[in-house]
């Protein structure tokens, strides 16, 4: 069976618009296998099918076994296909989700999870910052301004991906409020 690797330009809070790709692919033969992070998507070759594929923010829902997190989704017909990002992804025929309704998920309280998600990764960098600031006398004393410039420059990278996760948490609760 062939196999692809696909590299995308989704952004975190995009869950609606990977949901419309990976359906679209499904459509033209290439079913979801998995991802790296929202970056690059395995797909394996498959029949052409018409399939609805929904995400579901959930960072600890699979990872700590919950599984009446899945079986919630299999009671209403929906199959687990895997994670992308921090996001459980499931599929369904789309003849099937007509017939039986679109599974509501509550995107309020996606948003709620995704600021809890942010909030963790400001705390670490914040944390970081502190730990940097009280070694730094350390690094001075004793003349080794190498660790110094490495654990700066460690931390000057992430902050744009702290900041990129606040802007994309603000852009979906945005989006929700003006559903």
Not at 15 to 44: P, R
Not at 47 to 66: A, R
Not at 134 to 147: A, D, H, K, R
Request: charged share 30%.
């Amino acid at each position: 069976m062939k196999k692809k690797r696909e590299r995308t330009k989704f952004d975190f809070y995009c869950y609606d618009d990977i949901a419309k790709y990976l359906s679209e692919k499904h459509k033209e033969g290439w079913k979801f296998v998995s991802s790296t992070g929202l970056k690059f998507f395995n797909f394996e070759q498959c029949e052409p099918d018409d399939v609805t594929y929904i995400l579901d923010f959930d960072k600890y829902g699979i990872s700590y076994g919950k599984e009446e997190y899945l079986e919630g989704f299999r009671q209403k017909g929906w199959e687990y296909v895997g994670i992308c990002g921090d996001y459980n992804i499931f599929c369904k025929r789309t003849a099937l989700v007509e017939k039986d309704g679109p599974l509501h998920i509550d995107r309020s309280e996606q948003i709620k999870r995704m600021k809890k998600h942010i909030r963790s990764l400001l705390v670490s960098l914040i944390s970081g910052v502190i730990l940097m600031m009280t070694t730094c006398s350390i690094f001075f004393e004793t003349g080794n301004y190498l660790w110094f410039v490495a654990i700066v420059i460690v931390y000057v990278l992430n902050i744009p991906f702290v900041y990129k996760s606040w802007k994309n948490y603000s852009r979906a609760k945005k989006r929700e409020l003006n559903k």
